[in-house]
């Protein structure tokens, strides 16, 4: 067998502006990718979240305008400390927070 060595091959060669609209688009696309993955969420209110709401605004409407937990009845005392059992920080503090945060209604 007898090779044609005197033709040429052709080269598919990849012209630059190809290449710098590829990256810039691989760029742009991480980009959004990152932004729509790590952005924060809109608060998202369903039937749970506004009963939660609902409950929390009772507690603070009888613990007053302190966010003093002896306030509450012992039925709602217990319920709220066993629904933030485990919370990082101590009940107290929390329904004080919510108290002056959340204006009652």
């Known amino acids: 067998m ?3 060595t005197s033709k040429t091959e052709e080269k598919s060669n990849v012209k630059l502006p190809v290449i710098i ?15 729509k993955i790590l952005s924060p969420t809109a608060n998202v209110s369903n039937e ?4 939660n709401d609902a409950w929390m605004q009772h507690l603070a409407k009888e613990a ?19 629904r933030v059992s485990g919370a990082p920080m101590d009940p107290k503090v929390i329904l004080k927070d919510y108290v002056t945060s959340h204006p009652v209604h």
């Not at 990256?23 to 991480?30: S, Y």
């Not at 749970?48 to 009963?51: A, E, R």
């Not at 305008?65 to 400390?81: C, E, R, S, V």
């Open 21 to 35: 609209a590829a990256a810039v688009a691989l760029v742009v696309f991480i980009g959004w990718y990152g932004h």
């Open 2 to 4: 007898s090779v044609n």
């Open 64 to 82: 007053g305008p302190t966010g003093d937990i002896d306030k509450l009845t012992p039925a709602d005392k217990a319920d709220f400390l066993k």
């Open 48 to 51: 749970l979240t506004d009963k």
